[in-house]
């Protein structure tokens, strides 16, 4: 697929998010464009996981748009975000853990154009993770946390997104294994996969990216190519420890 | 021996309406996370549905059934629509305020039965309302025989629904973790509905299929949501297979104090195991199969 990394896919405009008098996020903005990886950054609590969330409709801004592909979404439901092509896969997995492999994986595809690609998505997955094939049967719930993440991020992979956002994917995780699972998150980018990365493994995660935010107590406060952010001072203390 | 075994098969036929009736209360307890304090309250409805199509229409009770569930299917999921999904908009309030308005939805139903029907008893008597058979020296009443086995039939399908179909798992799905379903782009809110609608839908299948054994009045729903509270927390709250074992339990429990220790005390046994149960067993039978 040929991409021209320009067009932006997704825009987040000035965003404020609250949980009840609480508010989280302040005027957030930024893009994610067509067949970039990019990667938003940030402490605990500084509220990473808010914004995905509310890209996915779990939340909804009291101020600001989001723009999806021309169309704003701030007002649709979660399963509306779904069927126009935004995908997550949750902080901590989230898997149904009474349910099979298998079973998780049809969960994740269940809008129309992800359904009816269903056995081809599943063998594509499988081979992306020849280890998800031998569990199909066992319950995702008694799995090692590393065949977890790779269910959960199959699940992902299944709802066939235009834009897949990435939770902490190595949260838990040897650095063998975040290895791998960054190395296929570059894997399925370049075949054109548009990817929102939310990470807290900065090093790592400035050095695969193509462009990513800062974000700081619920605001955005720097942003740049990954190449330029390594080389940040305030990034470098802050998050690199140099 | 003989007397034994009777009540033994006397208490497994009951035990599987029983059963019927725990799964709907299971799954809406799994899914809504509240204990459906109307659950007997539509059964009853459920009767008086089917008693009316027999009186006036002269419609065979297993016929009824294909008019019951849908109807009660309605009843269900139109409770949930308008009277429950709003409750868990309003942040003050917490879910657990949903079981009040089940208790007023119970006492609504109640009511207005009364004001159609008046408090007197009803029954429905079919040919075969008394017909029995016999193996070897053991009766089985045909209708209850007719139950258990429609009971059985109806448990079966609910399985393969739950397991085998998209629907299904993602009323499972939502069961489990319905942040994470509405990730997968599970419309929550409408599987609440779906489920209350089946819950209702399977608890109507035994109230219809009871009827031609039962008596009928308004106030039948209350002991009835009894026993279902029973049979879901024997279960262990939210498990199908559990609300199964609970069921049978149940009616094997009643069965056995009405023959041994004579019929007024058929509802304290079935409560002394609930308490046992609650004591020795805490979280049901779930703990012994993990369905
Ligand atoms: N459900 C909630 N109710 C109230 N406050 C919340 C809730 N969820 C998160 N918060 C608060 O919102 C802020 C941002 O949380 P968020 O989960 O978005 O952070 P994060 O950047 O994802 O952090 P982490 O790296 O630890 O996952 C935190 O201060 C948190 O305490
Ligand atoms: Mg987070």
Known sequence: MPTTKQEAVLRVEGIDVAYGDVQVLWEVSFEVRAGEILVLVGANGAGKSTTLKTISALLSPSAGRIVFQGQPIQALKPYEILALGVAQVPEGRRLFGEMTVEENLLMGSLSPHAKAKRKQTMDWVYELFPRLRERRRQPAGTMSGGEQQMAAIGRGLMALPKLLMFDEPSLGLSPLLTEHIFELIKKVNAEGLTVLLVEQNVHHTLAMCDRAYVLENGRIVLTGSGQELLANPHVREAYLGV | ?291
């Open chain 2, 1 to 291: 021996m003989d007397v034994l075994l009777q009540t033994l098969v006397a208490g497994l036929l009951k035990g599987g309406l029983y059963a019927l009736i725990g799964i709907g209360m299971t799954l809406i307890m799994g899914v809504m996370g509240i204990i459906n304090l109307a659950h007997g309250q539509m059964m009853m409805v459920a009767m008086y549905l089917t008693f009316v199509l027999f009186t006036f229409l002269g419609l065979d009770p297993y016929f009824s059934l294909l008019l019951t569930m849908p109807a009660l299917f309605l009843l269900g999921a139109a409770v949930q629509r308008w009277a429950l999904n709003p409750l868990l908009k309003v942040e003050s309030l917490l879910p657990q305020n949903q079981v009040l308005m089940t208790v007023g939805i119970g006492m609504v139903l109640t009511e207005v039965m009364r004001f159609i029907f008046s408090s007197n008893y009803q029954s429905l008597k079919t040919g075969y309302s008394d017909a029995t058979f016999f193996l070897g020296q053991i009766s089985f009443s045909v209708p209850l025989t007719i139950a258990f086995l429609v009971a059985c039939l109806f448990t079966s399908l609910m399985f393969w629904f739950l397991l085998k179909t998209d629907l299904g798992r993602s009323i499972r799905a939502v069961a489990q973790d319905a942040e994470a379903a509405q990730l997968m782009g599970v419309n929550a809110e409408r599987i609440r509905t779906i489920t209350m609608g089946l819950g209702a839908a399977l608890v109507a299948a035994a109230g219809t299929l009871l009827l031609p054994v039962y008596y009928l009045f308004p106030d039948i729903g209350k002991p009835f949501t009894t026993k279902a509270f029973i049979i879901t927390i024997l279960g262990g709250l939210g498990s199908t297979v559990g609300a199964i074992l609970g069921g049978v339990t149940l009616g094997l429990a009643e069965a056995l104090g009405s023959t041994f220790l004579g019929m007024q005390y058929e509802d304290l046994v079935g409560l002394v195991i609930f308490i046992l149960v609650l004591l020795f067993l805490p979280g049901g039978f779930k703990r012994l199969t993990k369905v």
